[in-house]
């Protein structure tokens, strides 16, 4: 399957103008990076992986459609898979947005 294209222009609306994003392809979807840092993608399995605290993922995936993302079979802990129904809407993408980069900024610039 192929990632959203219109979800990755939703993406890209919201982070457009903020330091240090770029767009790289990877894994079938096209990810947003921070700093060099996987913030959020548009999946190749069609919806968002959202980078979010691993102190704060549990609390998302209770309170939200989120899921813990599993890859190759292990759970992946602070990347999280929201299903495409949950990010059509602007502000819904806003908010995960929001979630994702507030993360990644405290990470550490990748050379």
């Known amino acids: 399957m192929a990632y959203d294209a219109d979800l990755a222009e939703r993406i890209r609306e919201v982070l457009e103008g903020q330091p240090g994003v770029t767009e790289k392809k990877m894994f079938g979807g096209l990810a947003f990076l921070v700093d060099g840092h996987m913030a959020i993608a548009a999946s190749g399995q069609g919806d968002a992986l959202v980078r979010a605290d691993p102190a704060e993922s549990d609390t998302l995936v209770d309170t939200t459609s989120a899921e813990v993302a ?5 759970p992946m802990t602070g990347w999280l898979r929201v299903p495409i129904a949950d990010v059509t809407r602007q502000d819904d993408v806003e908010t995960w947005v929001a979630i994702s980069t507030r993360y990644v900024r405290t990470l550490p610039p990748k050379a």
């Open 70 to 74: 599993v890859m190759q079979g292990r």
